[in-house]
């Protein structure tokens, strides 16, 4: 055999039993959080319930775009801080352009095993996520600490700025 044919034979070997979107691509997808105030607590959990990241604004880090063979991963996102409203975000993946690669490059060993195993199919549809909080209702604190607690009050003792709130039962 020559060393032209052995060459042939080398490139026809890795087109059919590599997989393009795991060359090309990868199966793991940096994603940034930044947060309006920063310092929001950030937890992600993937669509099983499995928590798979907690910290604060901002942050980044890697998340798998795969689930299981032939199963795309999905994330829910929750930010959340003191005395704003909490927001809850979902983080989907989608199919990866890279994996019909597989049908010029790859072959079907790419297309119906190594891809969809290796979660390489797929990738997040963002990388960068902005939020921004809303303010929550104010809380009334007692005296003695920070803790948000019940007034009942007579109608009187209302301040005016609240008596255009206040509906007649």
Excluded: R
């Excluded at 929750?78 to 994996?99: F, H, I, P, R, S």
């Excluded at 797929?122 to 909080?133: A, P, V």
């Excluded at 209702?137 to 005016?160: H, R, W, Y």
Aim: proline share 4%.
């Amino acid at each position: 055999m020559n060393s032209s044919t052995k060459l042939l034979c080398l490139a026809i070997a890795i087109a059919t039993l590599s997989s393009c979107a795991s060359i090309v691509s990868k199966s793991n997808w940096p994603v940034t959080f930044h947060s309006n105030p920063v310092g929001a607590n950030i937890t992600i959990t993937n669509k099983k319930g499995i928590e798979v990241y907690s910290g604060k604004t901002p942050a980044t880090m890697k998340l798998k775009s795969g689930s299981g063979f032939f199963g795309k991963e999905s994330y829910t996102v929750v930010l959340n801080l003191d005395g704003y409203e909490a927001k809850t975000l979902k983080l989907d993946c989608k199919l990866n352009g890279w994996y019909f690669g597989n049908i010029l490059f790859g072959g079907l060993i790419g297309l119906l095993i190594v891809d969809p195993a290796t979660g390489a199919m797929y990738k997040l549809d963002k990388d960068f996520i902005e939020e921004t909080l809303s303010k929550g209702p104010a809380a009334t604190t007692q005296a003695t600490g920070n803790q948000p607690s019940l007034q009942i009050l007579n109608k009187d003792e209302v301040p005016a700025s609240w008596s255009s709130h206040m509906v007649k039962l």
